[in-house]
């Protein structure tokens, strides 16, 4: 990848756009060797040696976390009242973002990265990505309850959600559960039991896509994905294409 030096220097924290650009002026940047003075130049991530004050820059464009969400934390990049998710990794990045949302008191996998094209495609409704979320309830449900959880319930004016998979962890009590839904419709999970009048009184998510909860991670934790992790994203976001491209053309010949 080509980037201007300015922003190489920028994106690993050296300092702020304006900071950078004094640092370059005062020779303390040297390029494949020699001291550079221009900020715009193009630098090759892959090939170019960049040295600050005679220490090796290193870029990395993409990185990608895994954090098991605690309750009471807000997901957002900043906030001027409270504390974020972002506030819980440290990274030399500044531009990395949740994918997706849990709502303050829901814990558990979020996936955090500065990779918008990846997230852009895990978040599209044509992506029907699972999330799977544990579930307890202030009361039972019942086999009728169930069954319109898993067929599909309204919870809103015109919006019945898809079809779910319910899987009971708890029978005959029936108030703990693992939910399967594809859509991240607004406090989805908890819309879905207050439409059979139950309350959701404690929400986890366990997995999303192709990744699953470490389970080593305690609340506030996280740690990068691993090649596995990165390889199966990987995968997967090719599916995607190949699903858009089968759309497409479906469309096409139905015209
Ligand atoms: N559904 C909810 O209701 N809340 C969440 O945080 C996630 C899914």
Redesign the pocket.
């Known amino acids: 990848m080509n980037i201007r030096l300015d922003k190489f220097l920028a994106d690993m924290s050296v300092g702020t756009r304006t900071e950078v650009k004094k640092i370059i002026k005062a020779g303390r940047i040297q390029v494949n060797n020699k001291v550079v003075r221009d900020s715009s130049i193009k630098i090759n991530t892959e090939n170019d040696q960049v040295l600050f004050d005679n220490t090796p820059v290193l870029y990395i464009e993409y990185e990608y976390y895994m954090l098991n969400k605690p309750a009471g934390i807000i997901t957002a990049v900043s906030d001027l009242k409270e504390p974020t998710v972002l506030n819980l990794i440290s990274s030399v990045r500044k531009d990395l973002f949740p994918v997706g ?3 303050r008191d ?1 814990v558990g996998l979020l996936l955090i990265t500065n990779n918008g094209e990846l997230a852009h495609r895990l978040l599209s409704p044509k992506k029907h990505v699972d ?1 799977k ?1 544990y579930v307890e309830l202030n009361a039972s449900l019942t086999q009728e309850m169930c069954q319109k959880l898993r067929e599909g319930v309204s919870i809103e004016k015109n919006v019945i959600t898809a079809p779910a998979k319910l899987e009971i962890l708890d029978a005959p009590d029936c108030k703990r559960v693992v939910l399967t839904i594809q859509e ?1 419709r607004f ?5 879905m039991f207050l439409a059979v009048e139950r309350k ?1 009184v404690f ?1 986890k ?1 366990m997995e999303f896509g192709p990744l699953k909860l470490d389970e080593n991670l305690k609340y506030g934790e996280y740690r990068r994905l691993n090649e596995k992790e990165l390889k199966l994203l990987e995968e997967y976001i090719k599916d995607t294409d190949m699903e858009e491209l089968c759309t497409r053309e479906l469309c096409t010949r139905e015209l």
């Open positions: 949302r849990l709502d829901t999330k979320y991240g406090h989805q999970v908890k819309r959701v929400l998510r």
